[in-house]
């Protein structure tokens, strides 16, 4: 398929049937780990089983940090197909394809970077406080809350992909700019309410995928506005003649 095509002609790589076997297919995986890991793992589960277990907080930081890099990199595709820069590598098909499936496996992380804090008792949140934003009072409400909306925000912004023809391109494309709130969003909740952001690789991970993002935002708005005026210089000269 030619790297040219434009966006709102190519159909989704990733079919609605793949991606709910997907999700079933991490469920029983999941499922399947916990039968499994008493049996191979008993040290493992006798840390998770003690007074004091760090491996949930473990699990939950560094899920986070890899749901982290996957937004930023469907955001990042995002932007370079929009852009046209996708064109030069890996290609707009590619790019569109794996900008869909990063954006799903970033949800599937986000999803267990929550839910295994249930483990953690240090922390003590429950269900409640994972669902409903800005409830966990014993940390950082606000910041954690800012996170959950984030991830609230980017299930339509992500799914919209299958229902696209029934939107029209221009509601999905409006619907999409929500992605960029959803960065931003996840960027504050990581930068306040994770730990890693006083470690040197966490502030440069931020730095580094923060100036990224906002470089190609503004190449974007820059040829936004080049393109609106080289239609409006197309068609006062069409008036003229």
């Known amino acids: 398929m030619n790297s040219s095509v434009p966006t709102q002609s190519v159909q989704p790589g990733l079919k609605r049937y793949p991606i709910l076997l997907f999700l079933v297919g991490a469920v029983f995986g999941g499922m399947a780990v916990l039968w499994v890991s008493p049996r191979w793992l008993p040290d493992l589960v006798a840390s998770l089983n003690g007074a004091n277990p760090k491996a949930y907080w473990y699990l939950a930081r560094g899920s986070g940090l890899v749901a982290f890099g996957l937004l930023w990199l469907t955001v990042v595709l995002g932007l370079g197909i929009t852009n046209k820069l996708a064109r030069l590598w890996p290609g707009g098909p590619a790019a569109l ?48 809350g800012l996170g959950q909306l984030g991830f609230y925000l980017a299930l339509p912004v992500t799914f919209s992909f299958y229902i696209r023809r029934r939107l029209g ?12 709130i959803v960065y931003w969003l996840i960027t504050l909740h990581g930068i306040k309410a994770g730990t890693e952001t006083s470690s040197p690789f966490g502030f440069g991970l931020y730095i580094v995928t923060g100036l990224s993002v906002y470089f190609l935002m503004v190449y974007r708005f820059l040829i936004a506005i080049r393109s609106s005026g080289t239609t409006r210089h197309q068609g006062k000269s069409v008036s003229r003649a």
């Open 97 to 144: 394809d794996c900008h869909q499936f990063v954006s799903v496996l970033a949800l599937a992380f986000a999803a267990f970077h929550g839910l295994i804090l249930l483990g953690d008792r240090y922390m003590s949140f429950t269900l409640a406080d994972l669902v409903l934003p800005f409830s966990t009072e014993g940390y950082r409400p606000l910041w954690v």
């Open 169 to 180: 391109y221009r509601t999905w494309r409006t619907l999409h700019y929500a992605g960029f």
